[in-house]
């Protein structure tokens, strides 16, 4: 069993920085590959970024390459993301979620999931 708790979210300007932090509670984290999942109001979720279990790998959403930046730390059982330029279009609540299954890159959904963490960018 896999838990997931996301940290880091708050208010921010468009164009200011936040980084999100998802810490696991596992026993071997780099079984898994992560991800990044985000559900803005009234609309579906939606995948963001995802980082393969060794961290060689990266996969990003077109609406986020170049300004968001997936990591981990499988030394601290934790994965990041690291989000630059926001705008008020990114505002939503934000899902890490883990994955046990091969590397795909682009992710529909996961095996596990946090409750997420709400990301509000005023304009």
């Known amino acids: 069993q896999v838990q997931l708790v996301e940290s880091g979210g708050g208010l921010v300007q468009a164009g200011g920085s936040l980084r999100l932090s998802c810490a696991a509670s596992v026993r071997t984290f780099s079984n898994y590959n992560m991800g990044w999942f985000r559900q803005a109001p009234g609309k579906e979720r939606e995948f963001v970024a995802a980082i393969s279990w060794s961290g060689g790998s990266t996969y990003y959403a077109d609406s986020v390459k170049g300004r968001f930046t997936i990591s981990r730390d499988n030394a601290q059982n934790t994965a990041y993301l690291w989000m630059n330029s926001l705008k008020p279009e990114d505002t939503a609540v934000y899902y890490c979620?883990?994955?046990?299954?091969?590397?795909?890159?682009?992710?529909?959904?996961?095996?596990?999931w946090g409750k997420g963490t709400l990301v509000t960018v005023s304009s």
């Open positions: 979620a883990a994955d046990s299954g091969v590397w795909l890159g682009r992710y529909y959904g996961m095996d596990y």
